[in-house]
């Protein structure tokens, strides 16, 4: 989904070298259309820079 990231919430990223990774959102950048998410990759924590395009937000259901 494009726009309208807060932050905190938790992404998937769904292009690039880290898709799949899920992370939350550090960072918005809304006139470059940018995020900075931290993810774990080998249990160390990392910030990269995606696009909004690259990401996609999760949407938890409760189950009833």
Do not use: C, H, N, Y
Not at 17 to 40: Q, Y
Request: aromatic share 10%.
């Amino acid at each position: 989904m494009k726009g309208s990231f807060q932050k905190g919430e938790t992404v998937r990223i769904v292009a690039g070298a880290f898709t799949a990774f899920t992370g939350k959102v550090k960072e918005i950048d809304e006139i470059r259309k940018r995020l900075k998410v931290r993810v774990s990759v080998f249990t160390k924590e990392t910030l990269i820079d995606l696009s909004f395009s690259e990401v996609q937000k999760l949407s938890f259901t409760e189950d009833k």
